[in-house]
């Protein structure tokens, strides 16, 4: 069974805490068994991350990354098109007024029934408008913590293979030259990549 296939058998969603730490520790036993240094590690921040370290990114000559965490189902699929800027642009602001619209037309229906039923003009705005406001970012937030998605192999289960198969390939007398992380709430605003960059200034500004 190759690499992704045992992924996707095993551990197909990592979004929760405890389906996060079981694929870690599985991670960690597995590098081991390859032969590497593994742990896992947890830079200050919000939503406090757990990003798993192998080797020793300070001395290595390239660092291979990768986020391990799977997303919620989305209204809409990622669409990217990176041989086409214009397209990819052109859907990522198609996004902003889809994504505005439900939430304007909450408060704009709760504006006009409690304008209808009080006869205040004033107040019924008001209200409206925080309907309106608090309508968007609760579609924000189910997007971010909503319902995990099962269909993740491209999100980015591909990502953990690809850096899995490098670590399994690289020959024992190369290793000391590269680090591998996975990185932790990539979903949540690459919060684990973030936080880690913070903690870790030169590895940012000098690594490949």
């Not at 990819?88 to 505005?100: A, F, N, R």
Request: hydrophobic residues 45%.
């Amino acid at each position: 069974m190759s690499i992704i296939e045992t992924l996707v058998e095993k551990f197909p969603i990592r979004k929760s805490g405890k389906q996060k730490a079981a694929f870690r520790d599985w991670f960690i036993a597995w590098a081991q068994e390859q032969g590497y240094t593994a742990e896992a590690t947890k830079p200050k921040g919000m939503f406090r991350s757990s990003n798993v370290v192998v080797g020793d990114p300070e001395t290595a000559e390239v660092v291979f990354t990768a986020h391990y965490d799977t997303p919620a189902v989305m209204p809409l699929p990622n669409f990217i098109t990176p041989c086409n800027v214009l397209v990819y642009i052109l859907y990522q602001l198609l996004l902003v007024p889809i994504l505005l619209i439900p939430g304007a037309l909450a408060g704009a229906l709760t504006g006009h029934v409690l304008r209808v039923l009080t006869d205040n003009a004033f107040m019924a705005s008001e209200i409206g408008a925080a309907v309106g406001f608090v309508s968007v970012y609760m579609t924000l937030g189910i997007m971010m913590f909503g319902p995990a998605n099962k269909n993740n192999v491209n999100d980015n289960t591909s990502g953990v293979a690809a850096v899995m198969e490098l670590m399994s390939r690289l020959p024992e007398e190369q290793r000391a030259k590269a680090a591998f992380i996975l990185f932790d709430n990539e979903e949540k605003g690459m919060l684990g990549s973030s936080a880690y960059a913070t903690g870790h200034k030169e590895v940012k500004k000098n690594k490949l």
